[in-house]
């Protein structure tokens, strides 16, 4: 059954073909559960199972592929994307939540991830290394691993997708897709885009469903090679769990508390712009969010001031609309997750500085919608300096210079994304030596990645190698070490 770009119902992709679950779910709009954007099919462990047979069957003759071959389907699905942009962006808003402008952005991420992994295929996967044996060339190559899943989350349905599907269908592997059940539809628009591209039946399949059956297939299936999952801790902790006990490959991608440090020499405006944009940008629902301003004393009240007039600017609305600056949360379950934070802070005895509830109006009445809220007076005490909100939430905590700010920072199990604001360099690069995350920023936003860097985190934030970047295939494939010893011939046909 083909799947048109104009529909907005879902149908799973098994074996080159779209194809109905047992039931249908609703997929509603979160700025306005009024509206029903379509349906999803919602499979269970028999389609699943389906998925991962047909992905075992196509294996063999797209690891055959010659690799640059497999590029430029990758090359041509980015083109389709490319081509699809504003409809992808569209359905993202209307799906997730965020402002069109911020949709547009991660699909253009999306494009450039693609790009940047279609030219894998033609770059040199493995090296010549000399031998200490007479007559021997010695090196290595990197081969696929075989059929790998991929679970990606609600938050960035199609960047977080592409940056996976790309390195582990260029280095030569068949693909099992599970997306959010939050986020079916554009799940569907991305896997479209690398179908329609050229891919065989079986290379990629996209399988919509819960993560207690599809899921669970999709990590205990004995054909399952790797698992690259992106979600909570909870989850990707128990995953990383089930898949080492089954010796599988495992890539998690966690939770952050991301602190956003500024020094006493720092530019108050724009560390205070870079704040404002990290905490409240995409509703504080990215794991690289800045949840977290650690501020020298020095200039502490400015800065509270200035963070809390301009969270009162922000225009929170549905993302379609023109001007609105921060749409819902994803759906009632993180709304109150959310709001029980905030009361969490105020309870903590934090100073609510800006906002602390929903937004009152008509406007908001159907939707999930939270005040941008900024609690002042914080210390890493206090649950709300401790713990993802994955919301529009932002604690401030003053600290005495340099080493004690540093102490705040990594006071945290998690380890994703830190910026400082300095005019030092040596204080720059010393934070640069002593945070400990994956990703640093010095005079920027904690927020924001490139497709040609590594992304991941430390501590309890990740499990297994970076994603995204030189480093991505990595992930996805093994290496086999090869020694041929030409002496033997040498000798037959008197060569020497």
Same mark, same amino acid.
């Given at each position: 059954?083909?799947?048109?770009?104009?529909?907005?119902?879902?149908?799973?992709?098994?074996?080159?073909?779209?194809?109905?679950?047992?039931?249908?779910?609703?997929?509603?709009?979160?700025?306005?559960?009024?509206?029903?954007?379509?349906?999803?099919?919602?499979?269970?462990?028999?389609? *699943?199972? /389906?998925? @991962?047979?047909?992905?075992?069957?196509? $294996?063999?003759?797209?690891?055959? +592929? =010659?690799?640059?071959? %497999?590029?430029?389907?990758?090359?041509?699905?980015?083109?389709?994307?490319?081509?699809?942009?504003?409809?992808?962006?569209?359905?993202?808003?209307?799906?997730?939540?965020?402002?069109?402008?911020?949709?547009?952005?991660?699909?253009?991420?999306?494009?450039?991830?693609?790009?940047?992994?279609?030219?894998?295929?033609?770059?040199?996967?493995?090296?010549?290394?000399?031998?200490?044996?007479?007559?021997?060339?010695?090196?290595?190559?990197?081969?696929?691993?075989?059929?790998?899943?991929?679970?990606?989350?609600?938050?960035?349905?199609?960047?977080?997708?592409?940056?996976?599907? *790309?390195? /582990?269908? @260029?280095?030569?592997?068949?693909?099992? $897709?599970?997306?959010?059940?939050? +986020? =079916?539809?554009?799940? %569907?628009?991305?896997?479209?885009?690398?179908?329609?591209?050229?891919?065989?039946?079986?290379?990629?399949?996209?399988?919509?469903?819960?993560?207690?059956?599809?899921?669970?297939?999709?990590?205990?299936?004995?054909?399952?090679?790797?698992?690259?999952?992106?979600?909570?801790?909870?989850?990707?902790?128990?995953?990383?769990?089930?898949?080492?006990?089954?010796?599988?490959?495992?890539?998690?991608?966690?939770?952050?508390?991301?602190?956003?440090?500024?020094?006493?020499?720092?530019?108050?405006?724009?560390?205070?712009?870079?704040?404002?944009?990290?905490?409240?940008?995409?509703?504080?629902?990215?794991?690289?969010?800045?949840?977290?301003?650690?501020?020298?004393?020095?200039?502490?009240?400015?800065?509270?001031? %200035?963070?809390?007039?301009?969270?009162?600017?922000?225009?929170?609305?549905?993302?379609?609309?023109?001007?609105?600056?921060?749409?819902?949360?994803?759906?009632?379950?993180?709304?109150?997750?959310?709001?029980?934070?905030?009361?969490?802070?105020?309870?903590?005895?934090?100073?609510?500085?800006?906002?602390?509830?929903?937004?009152?109006?008509?406007?908001?009445?159907?939707?999930?919608?939270?005040?941008?809220?900024?609690?002042?007076?914080?210390?890493?005490?206090?649950?709300?300096?401790?713990?993802?909100?994955?919301?529009?939430?932002?604690?401030?905590?003053?600290?005495?210079?340099?080493?004690?700010?540093?102490?705040?920072?990594?006071?945290?199990?998690?380890?994703?994304?830190?910026?400082?604001?300095?005019?030092?360099?040596?204080?720059?690069?010393?934070?640069?030596?002593?945070?400990?995350?994956?990703?640093?920023?010095?005079?920027?936003?904690?927020?924001?990645?490139?497709?040609?860097?590594?992304?991941?985190?430390?501590?309890?934030?990740?499990?297994?190698?970076?994603?995204?970047?030189?480093?991505?295939?990595?992930?996805?494939?093994?290496?086999?070490?090869?020694?041929?010893?030409?002496?033997?011939?040498?000798?037959?046909?008197?060569?020497?």
């Amino acid at each position: 059954m083909s799947s048109p770009w104009e529909s907005n119902d879902v149908r799973a992709l098994i074996d080159g073909r779209w194809v109905e679950g047992p039931e249908w779910r609703d997929n509603v709009n979160p700025a306005d559960t009024r509206e029903v954007i379509g349906r999803s099919t919602h499979c269970g462990r028999a389609e *699943a199972q /389906a998925a @991962v047979d047909a992905a075992q069957r196509a $294996f063999p003759t797209w690891r055959d +592929t =010659p690799a640059p071959r %497999r590029g430029a389907i990758l090359f041509e699905a980015a083109r389709i994307m490319k081509s699809r942009l504003e409809l992808i962006a569209t359905a993202m808003t209307r799906e997730e939540g965020k402002t069109l402008g911020e949709s547009r952005g991660e699909v253009q991420k999306a494009i450039n991830i693609i790009e940047y992994m279609a030219g894998e295929g033609r770059r040199a996967n493995g090296q010549v290394i000399p031998s200490e044996m007479a007559r021997t060339l010695a090196y290595y190559v990197r081969q696929p691993l075989g059929v790998v899943s991929v679970v990606t989350p609600w938050n960035f349905p199609v960047a977080i997708p592409a940056w996976k599907l *790309a390195p /582990a269908l @260029v280095a030569g592997n068949t693909v099992v $897709f599970k997306p959010a059940s939050l +986020t =079916p539809l554009t799940g %569907r628009m991305v896997a479209q885009c690398f179908h329609e591209a050229g891919l065989p039946d079986g290379v990629l399949n996209f399988v919509t469903g819960g993560g207690g059956t599809v899921g669970d297939e999709f990590v205990r299936n004995a054909a399952i090679r790797a698992v690259s999952f992106t979600g909570s801790n909870e989850v990707g902790v128990e995953l990383a769990r089930q898949a080492s006990a089954l010796h599988k490959k495992c890539q998690c991608e966690m939770g952050g508390k991301n602190p956003m440090v500024v020094l006493s020499d720092a530019d108050l405006e724009l560390a205070v712009d870079a704040t404002v944009q990290g905490a409240f940008g995409s509703t504080g629902q990215r794991c690289t969010a800045t949840s977290r301003a650690i501020v020298d004393r020095s200039l502490y009240a400015e800065f509270v001031e %200035r963070c809390a007039a301009a969270a009162k600017t922000i225009k929170v609305g549905n993302g379609l609309h023109t001007g609105v600056q921060m749409g819902p949360s994803v759906d009632a379950g993180q709304h109150k997750c959310v709001l029980d934070a905030i009361e969490t802070g105020k309870a903590d005895g934090a100073r609510l500085v800006a906002g602390g509830g929903r937004p009152v109006g008509e406007a908001f009445d159907h939707g999930f919608f939270t005040e941008p809220t900024i609690f002042a007076d914080a210390h890493m005490g206090m649950r709300l300096a401790q713990e993802e909100v994955f919301g529009p939430v932002l604690a401030v905590i003053p600290v005495d210079g340099f080493d004690q700010a540093i102490e705040a920072a990594n006071a945290v199990r998690y380890g994703l994304s830190a910026s400082v604001y300095t005019r030092d360099l040596v204080l720059a690069q010393r934070f640069v030596d002593a945070i400990d995350v994956g990703i640093v920023h010095v005079n920027n936003p904690t927020v924001g990645g490139e497709a040609q860097l590594p992304f991941g985190g430390m501590k309890e934030t990740g499990v297994g190698e970076r994603e995204m970047g030189p480093t991505a295939v990595e992930f996805f494939s093994e290496i086999k070490t090869v020694y041929v010893d030409y002496t033997a011939s040498a000798r037959r046909t008197n060569i020497y």
